[in-house]
């Protein structure tokens, strides 16, 4: 396989160089040929000839001078570097394949006639199903529990607990005091009250969460008083308890889960307490917490008709004493009060309730299902049934379904009636079956259970068509009388029920027919066995392709099909097929229609002997699977089997069976010429490396100077690489910009891409890259290639671009058209660079100031010294260097002369105004009378980086306007004397 690359002419290193350069020209603006102004200043001790200024010289006139077409300008003035163009490559195709295979050859079959044989019947189970069964459910959105929300409060003088009363300050010491008693009580109520819904009988069990009841003892005022110091005497502080704590609940309220020091559950005749005794505390205790559980409230016994209203009052009380302690003296003055406090609190919310439903009439249901069978696949010889005998075994099996209604029941009195179909001739089962009339009648107690009935046998009496018998029967069911029965369940229980069915579900089983009533079509043969020969290829196709996955051809390939037959009675004309076919390899691929499901060529209908039978089928490919079959040095090579089998027979009125003999089938398969049009596979040619150098030819002079380094910032390359080939292709690109031969090596650019292999072949698929120094504002559609160093690539302008690509196919899938003898790679690219001044920038600008001679001469010739004042107003923003030539009219370097000067011309403002430098060039003879010859002045600016202004884009209306002087600061000498000298 051979790469080929169509060049064609573009300005295609343009893409890869930004530089201006301003072209040496001699200006009319400064020709003095045609007389000069003459007027002159007089004063001091020089003479000032002005020569007049130059026109603003704009960059946008000498970018256009240039006839640049790959600048570009944009509305606001601005320049950039824009350029786009195509080329191709081309891939040589692998050569088209085409081959032919021998006839596959089946060896004859002989045959004998055949007897009639039933298989098992199998008829698919009908499945009837009941209206949802309506389940008791109740609401119970307005019943609450109300919130415990208690507090006992006392407040008593300092003197009730300690026994002393200081008003005055006094020195901290410790005062006993005690023992002291707080005894008191309280109650608050507790009210439930609810409405019934229809379904609800009872409430019988109310069941909580955020269950939990805590109290609260708060003494921390009488702890805020006691001394802290040592006590004389021993180290007891406080000795304090809660004696005795009580909560008094009624027998329906079950409580557990006690915690706190002194705690318990008391259970007695009428109450069941929450208590607390003698829990001792101490003076780290300021709050005293405990808590407990009320689990349930039980309901049963309480009466409930049609509403529940519970009403409960709760006492509590406590006894708190103080043995003794010790108050701090100091602390007195400051409390005339002591208070104690009691809190009960508690948010109970319902968790679930025990609840009774009453009992629910369930509607009577009454359907039908339609019960309808083909029995397939009989012996062809078959015409009418009339009754199938079957082997012991054979039955209806009745399913019915538990609803799974628990903990709801049903009452007894219900009954389920089902009348089953006619052709079914049943033994007795027990009393529930009328073998009679086929009614079944399963009272409710046994309705849900596996019912097996035993079948004799199956009585039809309907014709055989196309060796099937269509059943059409009825099922019908009555359900009646069932009751739901009053229930006790959990409430999140029952109203979590879902939909509710009874399913009935008839299902035969073991149909195996041992004899049968029937009426025969004439003798059937078999005249067709199975049987099978191989198919062989080993055709060359391509070193290139390692592995195939499929195979298309161009056009279709004919099979020709045919069967022979010898050996019947000559009373015998036609012959006619039973599911009779050609089994070909699942590789194969045929057209549409002409093989079924499992790549079989089907024989139908019938043919005449004499004629034998024929039949053409299309082979259009083959597929090998995901996996693929290896090929080893471009040979195809494939062998499989093809199988023959099926059956076939024939009608006569006269013929019986003694009359037939030996019957000798012989089938055979022609396949056409093979024309492979497409693979699909892995494919690796051998696509050799490009070198290409491309040449800069007719560029602009502005982008050839090699004094010129530009700034290049943001460019962008976009590439577009469209293929035909279902090849996707790996390509290492590499650019190698070059100047008299030598690379520049901080320009060379090298990165992989990878083209999309076409999505239909023949036609392009386009791989579309964004080739930028960065992946930022990349454009829809395409694929980022981050080059960090793309800028300085563009920087020094190169005289030749070295490209080298080294294409590599990739991948293990690959896609070829055999018919595309050259396949296309076309590349379009684009390329936008902005110009912008920067810290890189660099330019030069000459000029010449000709035609002095001709103004100037008689000057000249007395003058031993002139200046040449220059008044430079800049709007480039760049810092310029002045450097002068002087020439003879000849233009030639003027020798005898030297040159001194202010060589420095001051950059535009940092707002793009225009800045003024005055450069005043001195020009002394060194050798007498050199002056008179100087006809012109070439001068030359050059710009260099300044960080001031580096960055500043590059506009068509900046611009350099010069105005000339020249001073003669010696005089002019006339004559050889001193009294011809004057001076002016």
């Not at 006894?319 to 302690?325: K, N």
């Not at 089997?641 to 009359?659: D, F, I, M």
């Amino acid at each position: 396989m051979r790469l080929l690359i169509v060049r064609k002419k573009i300005y295609l290193l343009a893409l890869l160089v930004i530089v201006v350069q301003f072209t040496n020209c001699r200006k009319k603006d400064y020709d003095l040929s045609k007389g000069i102004n003459t007027e002159m200043t007089i004063g001091g001790d020089s003479l000032t000839i002005p020569l007049g200024s130059t026109k603003p010289v704009t960059l946008g006139s000498i970018v256009d001078e240039q006839a640049a077409d790959i600048l570009k300008k944009s509305e606001d003035g601005s320049y950039s570097l824009r350029l786009e163009d195509t080329s191709n490559a081309s891939i040589d195709a692998i050569e088209a394949v085409a081959f032919t295979l021998d006839p596959v050859s089946i060896t004859p079959i002989v045959t004998e006639a055949s007897d009639i044989v039933f298989q098992d019947i199998e008829f698919d189970p009908v499945v009837v199903s009941s209206d949802p069964i309506t389940i008791p459910q109740t609401n119970l959105n307005d019943f609450a529990v109300p919130n415990v929300d208690e507090s006992l409060s006392k407040t008593f003088s300092k003197m009730d607990v300690f026994g002393v009363d200081y008003s005055d300050p006094v020195p901290s010491a410790p005062i006993p005091f005690g023992p002291y008693n707080y005894i008191d009580d309280n109650d608050f109520d507790i009210n439930l009250n609810f409405d019934f819904t229809q379904d609800l009988k009872k409430i019988e069990k109310v069941y909580l969460k955020n269950n939990i009841v805590t109290v609260k003892f708060d003494k921390s005022t009488i702890n805020s008083l006691l001394y802290e110091g040592a006590i004389p005497g021993g180290n007891e502080r406080l000795q304090d308890q809660i004696v005795d704590f009580y909560i008094d609940f009624p027998k329906e309220y079950i409580l557990s889960s006690n915690t706190g020091v002194g705690t318990q559950i008391v259970e007695g005749a009428t109450t069941n307490s929450f208590v607390i005794k003698n829990a001792d505390l101490d003076v780290s205790t300021g709050e005293y917490v405990a808590s407990f559980k009320i689990d349930y409230v039980d309901l049963s016994g309480y009466p409930q008709t049609g509403s529940l209203s519970y009403n409960s009052t709760i006492p509590y009380g406590i006894h708190y004493q103080i043995a003794q302690g010790y108050v701090d003296a100091a602390k007195l003055p400051s409390v005339s009060e002591v208070n104690f406090s009691i809190s009960l609190n508690a948010s109970p919310q319902i968790d679930d309730l025990e609840i009774v439903v009453n009992e629910k009439d369930i509607q009577d249901e009454i359907g039908a299902e339609d019960y309808k069978e083909t029995i397939k696949d009989l012996p062809i010889e078959v015409a009418k049934i009339h009754k199938l005998q079957l082997a012991p075994g054979a039955k209806l099996q009745l399913i019915i379904n538990d609803p799974a209604i628990a903990p709801f029941t049903f009452k007894a009195g219900g009954e389920c009636v089902i009348e089953l179909p006619e052709i079914f001739s049943f033994k007795p089962y027990g009393t529930y079956l009328d073998v009679n009339t086929n009614i079944l009648t399963l009272p409710i107690a046994d309705l849900f259970n596996t019912h097996d009935l035993e079948i004799e046998e199956i009585v039809l009496n309907r014709d055989v068509v196309d060796r099937k018998v269509e059943i059409e029967e009825s099922v019908e069911y009555r359900v009646t009388g069932l009751t739901l029965d009053e229930t006790t369940a959990r409430f999140n229980t029952i109203n979590g029920f879902g939909e509710k069915k009874i399913e009935l579900e008839l299902r035969a089983v073991g149909l195996e027919i041992v004899d049968a009533v029937i009426d025969t079509k004439s003798i059937a043969f078999d005249i067709i066995t199975t049987n099978e020969e191989e198919i062989n290829i080993n055709e060359f196709i391509a070193e290139e392709v390692k592995k195939l996955y499929s195979i298309g051809l161009g056009g279709s390939a004919a099979l020709e099909l045919s069967i022979d037959v010898e050996g019947l009675p000559a009373e015998i004309e036609d012959v006619f097929f039973d599911n009779a076919f050609i089994q070909f390899p699942s590789e194969f691929k045929f057209r549409t229609g002409d093989v079924n499901d499992e790549n079989k060529a089907v024989f139908e209908g019938g043919f005449k002997v004499a004629d034998g039978y024929r039949k053409t089928i299309y082979l259009v490919g083959f597929d090998f699977g995901a996996d693929g079959i290896e090929i080893t040095d471009g040979m195809f090579k494939y062998d499989e089997k093809v199988l023959l089998g099926g059956k076939a027979y024939v009608n006569s009125t006269t013929l019986n069976a003694e009359q037939v003999g030996t019957v000798t089938i012989t089938p055979g398969v022609n396949i056409g010429e093979i024309k492979i049009r497409t693979i699909e596979g892995k494919v690796e040619p051998q696509i050799d490396p490009v070198n290409e150098k491309l040449e800069l030819t007719d560029l602009p002079d502005m982008l050839t100077s090699g004094q010129n380094v530009f700034d290049v910032i943001d460019p962008v390359i976009t590439l577009e690489v469209g293929n035909t080939m279902g090849l996707p292709v790996k390509v290492n690109l590499e650019l190698l910009p070059k100047r008299n031969g030598s690379v520049i090596e901080n320009g060379k650019i090298s990165t992989p891409l990878t083209i999309e292999a076409a999505e239909e072949l023949g036609e392009h698929t386009w791989s579309k890259f964004w080739l930028a120094k960065d992946g930022e504002h990349v454009s829809t559609g395409y694929t980022a290639i981050e080059i960090p160093n793309l800028p300085n690539l563009l920087k020094t302008v190169p005289d030749e671009i070295e490209i080298k690509v080294t294409p590599q196919v990739v991948g293990d899938h690959h896609k070829v058209d055999l018919n595309i003898q050259e396949n296309d790679i076309e590349f379009r690219y684009a390329v936008n660079v902005p110009l912008n001044f920067g810290e890189d920038f660099r330019i030069q600008y000459c000029d010449t100031i000709g035609g002095l001679q001709a103004g100037l001469a008689d000057y000249l010739k007395m003058a031993k010294k002139i200046d040449v004042i220059a008044i430079v107003a800049n709007s480039i923003p760049l810092d310029l260097d002045l450097s002068v030539r002087p020439l003879q009219d000849n233009g030639r370097l003027l020798e005898g002369v030297s040159l001194s000067a202010d060589m420095k011309i001051q950059s535009c403002d940092i707002d793009g105004k225009a800045r003024e430098s005055k450069v005043n060039l001195g020009l002394k003879e060194t050798e007498e009378g050199a002056l008179a010859y100087l006809d012109a002045l070439e001068f030359t600016i050059k710009a260099s980086k300044n960080s001031t202004v580096a960055g500043m884009p590059l506009k068509e209306d900046q611009s350099i306007r010069i105005e000339l002087k020249i001073r003669i600061p010696e005089g002019l000498t006339i004559g050889g004397s001193d009294s011809n000298q004057l001076v002016y």
